[in-house]
């Protein structure tokens, strides 16, 4: 039986795409823990996350013919979860603007993670999930991007598409936050 | 004011290349502060907590990735059965429709001798007194 993990990204693509399930779902395996941390990051961990996270494998199996290998699977995979982490939130937003009121809204949206539970909590993966979910949509791409998945300042503006100056500063005011949020443990 | 600035500057020189002035700028502020070092600590462990996440979704995520994408397969190749049954049907209608058209004109020349608009309709025979009569015999 052919050992799948020891051929590149490029070499699973192309078997994957003469129709090798077993190498497709070898790039799912190596792949995975990048984009739950990416998609988990900007959802948290709710039933919708794996959702995302199985669409974003659908969308590259529905794109395999289009990869071009301009920028590495991880950055392509990272982009697609990324976009559709955003439409999610929107989604969110909406369905739930239909039940509260604007001023509601923004304090469901923005809820931080009561102190006294940092204090108590001993898992501090859930202390930071409830950090990164205070923060305000726009702010928490930059973040999971940033700081989660270890991509370079420039690399974040490139897949968010936005001027690396704008990353600078809401990886800043967003770092303050988290700082004030966190500072408990940071200590 | 200042603290702010210099505050910025530490954040950046996690994210940035400093110019040379600035590197200067921030190792000195950091030699004489205890603030702005215990700044650069927590930002320090910021990032370390950050990085150190681990996050994985559900077991077997992987089948049910194969699962979902061979569901979209099998639609696919449904709908396109479907699509290509249907054009199937449609064809198959269309020829039998076209044929009884042509066999009602052969028995209409046949029958008429001519593709007249009277032949057609029947009421070659019918003068308009005689059309008014007709249509208002059961008033």
Redesign the interface.
Known sequence: MKDYSSLNDLELIGEARKGN?RA??AL??RY??QV??TV??MLGNTPE??DI??ET??RF??SLHNFRGDSGLGTYLTRIAINLSLNELKRRKRSLSLFFSANILEAKEFDQPDPENVEDSRD??EI?QKALQSLEPKFRPV?VL???D?YS?KETAEILDLP?GTV?SR??RA?TK??SI?DK??? | MENKKLLDLLMKSFDEELSPDERKQLEKVLSESDELRSEKKKLLKLREVFSSQEYRFKPFFESRVMNRIHKLRNGKIIEFDFAKNLFFVFKRVAISGIAAILILLISIYISEGSFSLDAFTGVESFSDDNLISYLLSDF
């Open positions: 399930e497709f779902a799912i395996t995975e823990q739950a941390k988990l990051g996350a794996d996270g199985q494998f659908v199996y529905q501090t993966k930071v973040v940033r700081l989660l270890q300042t690396t600078l990886l800043a770092q988290l700082k966190l443990l940071i200590q």
